[in-house]
């Protein structure tokens, strides 16, 4: 057995584009134990809304990060509705759901690129990042900005998509759905990236379960958990939402459910556009949050979000809290990288798509 060390990992790395940091217990080249450190980039982004108007906030909660930025300010309004019973149109809710799928699209496929960018392949790289110009593209289109969409509100959604342009969009999609094809199928049938990540990472049904993780982690372990299934806000449900599974449990798994998961934010998209209905998309807010607290969730391109409010009868609220996807999946990212190469830590890292920007507001 050889002599153990520490070895500090991030949290600036040549590979990792996320900004984490480990200590990690090395063996010669074999990781022994993984202990994380939270912090780095804290911005105290929750005690804003002890200085932000309720209404105001929503802009504040869009940034805790760029890529998510359109869920955060879906899950920060629906726990205001909540709070304050507030009831939103049929059509708000449609939109909502098209504007969270378009970010789940961007999301997967910055995800992607870097992957490929980390594996060496740095054409695959940027034919991932040329596909998801055509994303941003359409969030320009919709709602007037790239990254931050600044659509979404306490009682709705701030912009329409005529119905016209909805089936123009549908069109540029079932044309990027090709052009898809050819980057899921490098990524799933390379026999470079089979070497590189299965087998690698490896997290049980039973393990993924205990560890709580969530998201395309654990649906690559077998654990049918998505929030979409049971939402209460948005289309899923009125379009019969399943969803994608695998049962591998490693990097290779969690590389394949997100891929698969691109084609399923194309068909919720579609089916969304089929069956839009007419109508009003926002209703006017009136009062302030009463003395009172909700919670809720929302279904992020990383996993699920828990919202949680505290209202005080002003204009301010006395509390938010935010536990998000890249929280929940630390400690499963901890079970992965004990045993593993030291080579192998980067690619273990990302096939979580930890986003630290989230993980510490």
Same mark, same amino acid.
């Given at each position: 057995?050889?002599?153990? +060390? ?73 726990? #205001?509705?909540?709070?304050?019973? #507030? ?43 040329? #596909?998801?110009? +055509? ?61 590189r990540l299965k087998g690698v990472g490896t997290v049980t049904y039973d393990e993924a379960v205990a560890l709580g993780c969530v998201g395309p982690t654990a649906r690559a372990s077998g654990v049918p958990q998505d929030y979409r299934i049971g939402d209460e806000g948005g289309a899923y449900k009125e379009l019969g939402f399943t969803p994608v599974l ?34 009003? #998309? ?35 609220l006395e509390r938010f809290r935010l536990r998000t996807p890249t929280n929940a999946n630390i400690p499963v990212l901890v079970k992965m990288l004990q045993g593993c190469d030291l080579a192998d830590v980067p690619n273990i890292i990302l096939t979580i798509d930890p986003c630290i920007s989230c993980c510490e507001r």
């Amino acid at each position: 057995m050889g002599k153990s +060390t520490v070895v500090p990992f991030g949290p600036q790395h040549p590979v990792l584009p996320e900004p984490i940091h480990f200590d990690l217990e090395l063996e010669d080249e074999k990781v022994v134990k993984a202990i994380p450190s939270i912090g780095y980039v804290h911005r105290g982004l929750e005690k804003l809304v002890e200085k932000r108007g309720f209404q105001e906030y929503v802009y504040v909660a869009e940034r805790v990060c760029g890529i998510c930025s359109f869920g955060h300010g879906w899950g920060y309004s629906k726990a #205001i509705e909540g709070l304050m019973e #507030i009831e939103i149109p049929k059509r708000a809710e449609y939109l909502r759901t098209i504007w969270h799928e378009i970010s789940r699209l961007h999301s997967h496929l910055l995800w992607a690129g870097l992957g490929a960018d980390a594996l060496g392949f740095e054409s695959l790289f940027m034919q991932c990042w040329r #596909i998801r110009e +055509t994303i941003l593209d359409i969030i320009e289109q919709t709602t007037g900005g790239r990254v931050i969409f600044s659509v979404c509100k306490v009682g709705g959604v701030r912009r329409d998509i005529p119905d016209q342009e909805l089936k123009e969009i549908v069109k540029r999609l079932d044309a990027l759905k090709k052009e898809i094809d050819g980057v899921a199928d490098i990524f799933l049938n390379d026999e470079t990236i089979h070497a590189r990540l299965k087998g690698v990472g490896t997290v049980t049904y039973d393990e993924a379960v205990a560890l709580g993780c969530v998201g395309p982690t654990a649906r690559a372990s077998g654990v049918p958990q998505d929030y979409r299934i049971g939402d209460e806000g948005g289309a899923y449900k009125e379009l019969g939402f399943t969803p994608v599974l695998a049962t591998e449990g490693d990097c290779f798994a969690r590389v394949k459910v997100r891929l698969l998961e691109l084609y399923q934010s194309l068909d919720i998209i579609k089916g969304c556009v089929e069956n839009m209905p007419a109508g009003e #998309i926002a209703v006017p807010v009136k009062g302030f949050p009463p003395a009172a607290e909700y919670f809720t969730r929302v279904e992020q391109p990383r996993g699920e979000a828990v919202y949680y409010v505290k209202g005080n009868k002003t204009k301010n609220l006395e509390r938010f809290r935010l536990r998000t996807p890249t929280n929940a999946n630390i400690p499963v990212l901890v079970k992965m990288l004990q045993g593993c190469d030291l080579a192998d830590v980067p690619n273990i890292i990302l096939t979580i798509d930890p986003c630290i920007s989230c993980c510490e507001r």
